[in-house]
């Protein structure tokens, strides 16, 4: 069984970085997808950030386009999130995500077979 551990929630001022990191235990998503989603108090399983494994493609949301970059690293199992000039409306219990399939997309939740436990991310303004 898989096991997605997050670290790098907190508080952060607006305007300020902070990174996230998602390391994946006891198996690997090589043929598909692992992807960050946040759940605020109006939205649940709202989509931020994916990458393809095998070809690191990325894909943001629109509002996160140009502040946020999703990276992985092979070595270390591990996807990162990287959060650059955040803003209040970013707060929210971010969610690491993996899925073992390409095909069924990037951007549903529910096409997602495994989940971090997540973690808060606080941006005061």
């Known amino acids: 069984q898989v096991q997605l551990v997050e670290s790098g929630g907190g508080l952060v001022q607006a305007g300020d970085p902070r990174p996230l990191s998602c390391t994946a235990l006891g198996g690997t998503f090589d043929n598909g997808y692992l992807g960050w989603f946040r759940r605020t108090q109006g939205k649940d399983g709202e989509f931020v950030a994916a990458?393809?494994?095998?070809?690191?493609?990325?894909h943001y949301e629109d509002s996160v386009k140009g502040r946020f970059i999703i990276s992985r690293d092979d070595s270390k199992n591990t996807v990162y999130l990287q959060m650059n000039s955040l803003k209040f409306e970013d707060t929210a219990v971010y969610y690491c995500a993996g899925n073992s399939w390409y095909g069924g997309g990037f951007s549903h939740d529910f096409k997602y077979d495994y989940w971090g436990q997540g973690t808060q991310v606080t941006v005061s303004s």
């Open positions: 990458i393809r494994w095998t070809t690191s493609s990325p």
